[in-house]
């Protein structure tokens, strides 16, 4: 239902904001593209988004526990990974969609059918702050 709407508004918005032209071919191809990147990026993005907030944000909860206990060794990783590791992946995941979201509608105008459209941006999967907004 929200992506149906939110593709309506972007329709409508993109066609009635530039020059209207009755059959610009690149402009209509230009458009129609933007409008798939939105759809898929909103549909997929929130689905990337949320598994790599959660894998990213109980990895930062297991390292962030064992450097507050000191030793940054396997054992307090694990109690990390069970204990704080919950709740920041939690928070990573909802955060995370929610930036897949927004990430599919901003990236679907200015760059659409990229990477950083479906949230898969970075070096490699786990490589996602979902903290961290630019």
Same mark, same amino acid.
């Given at each position: 239902?929200?992506? #149906? &709407?939110?593709? !309506?508004? =972007?329709?409508?918005?993109? !066609?009635?904001?530039?020059?209207?032209? +009755?059959?610009?071919?690149?402009? /209509?191809?230009?458009?129609?593209? $933007?409008?798939?990147?939105?759809? &898929? %990026?909103?549909?997929?993005?929130?689905?990337?988004?949320?598994? #790599?907030?959660?894998? +990213? %944000?109980? /990895?930062?909860?297991?390292?962030?526990? +064992?450097?507050?206990?000191?030793?940054?060794? /396997?054992?307090?990783?694990?109690?990390?990974?069970?204990?704080?590791?919950?709740?920041? %992946?939690? +928070?990573?995941? =909802?955060?995370?969609?929610?930036?897949? /979201? #927004?990430?599919? =509608?901003?990236?679907?105008?200015?760059?659409?059918?990229? $990477?950083?459209? &479906?949230?898969?941006?970075?070096?490699?999967?786990?490589?996602?702050?979902?903290? !961290?907004?630019?």
């Amino acid at each position: 239902m929200i992506v #149906r &709407f939110t593709l !309506l508004v =972007v329709t409508l918005f993109l !066609l009635s904001s530039g020059t209207a032209y +009755a059959f610009d071919r690149e402009k /209509i191809k230009e458009t129609t593209k $933007k409008i798939g990147g939105i759809t &898929f %990026g909103s549909t997929l993005g929130p689905v990337f988004g949320l598994v #790599r907030g959660m894998l +990213a %944000g109980t /990895i930062q909860g297991a390292n962030d526990t +064992a450097s507050f206990v000191g030793d940054n060794v /396997i054992t307090y990783k694990v109690l990390g990974g069970l204990t704080y590791g919950v709740i920041k %992946g939690s +928070a990573g995941g =909802v955060v995370g969609f929610v930036k897949g /979201i #927004r990430d599919g =509608v901003h990236y679907g105008i200015e760059s659409p059918f990229t $990477k950083e459209n &479906f949230s898969l941006g970075g070096n490699n999967f786990l490589d996602y702050d979902p903290f !961290l907004w630019d």
